[in-house]
């Protein structure tokens, strides 16, 4: 089998000798190339095209979240591990978002190190233990910022229109609750489908359910599908 080939990155030189003698006491890693700089790490990448490249995030001339960014285009199937003494929530989201396959602390162990590269390599994505507690939070926190907004992209009259709907009315029915026309609840549901961004009334419905914005229950009378 060959050895995973690694393009290292790291500005102090004595952290990234260390880092680089730390991965080529495996026989399965070589270290291919290695940067002092994020342009020199890009150039590198581009031009060897490794399977791993382990970044440190604050590097002079380009940081570690733009190498990611850029190394997606011209070496797509190098994974990126970031190999940083940061843990800023800022950082984690930008490089997640970039695509970075791993993140750990240089507070890591050697074979905590080793087997982070193996991993990231197979296509398992690795998060040191403070890291994946922080990027739970944070994702669970932008999700639900992104569901708040679009809740609060639907009109008053759509979320109306779309409890009812989640009640079992029909259009016609719902129109008449709502003392409107037919044709104006068909309105409002095209721009509910838009807005949330589905295909059908149902989709709309079970999609506002799951989210808590309505209630799936019928009422006692009503015209039923």
Known sequence: MEPIRIVLAEDHSLVREGTRRILE????????????????ALELVQRLQPDVAIL?????????????????????????LMLTAYDDDDYILALMEAGASGYLLKTARADELVEAV??????????????????????GHRQAVVEREQSEQLSPREREVLGLAAKGLRNKA?????????????????????????SSRIEAVLF?????WVTLEEEATHERD
């Not at 604050?58 to 190498?67: A, F, H, S, T």
């Not at 008449?176 to 589905?198: A, Y």
């Not at 506002?208 to 808590?212: F, V």
Request: proline share 4%.
């Open 25 to 40: 006491q495996s026989a399965d890693l070589t270290v291919v190339g290695d940067a002092g700089d994020g342009q020199q």
């Open 174 to 198: 719902i129109a008449d609750k709502l003392n409107i026309s037919v044709r104006t609840v068909e309105g409002h549901f095209n721009s509910i489908l838009t807005k949330l961004g589905v």
């Open 208 to 212: 506002a359910a799951s989210r808590h």
């Open 118 to 139: 193996r991993s990231v390599h197979q296509g398992e994505p690795v998060l040191h233990p403070a890291i994946a507690a922080k990027v739970a939070r944070l994702w």
């Open 56 to 80: 440190d995030i604050r590097m002079p001339k380009l940081n570690g979240i733009e190498v990611v960014r850029r190394m997606k285009e011209c070496s797509p199937r190098t994974k990126a």
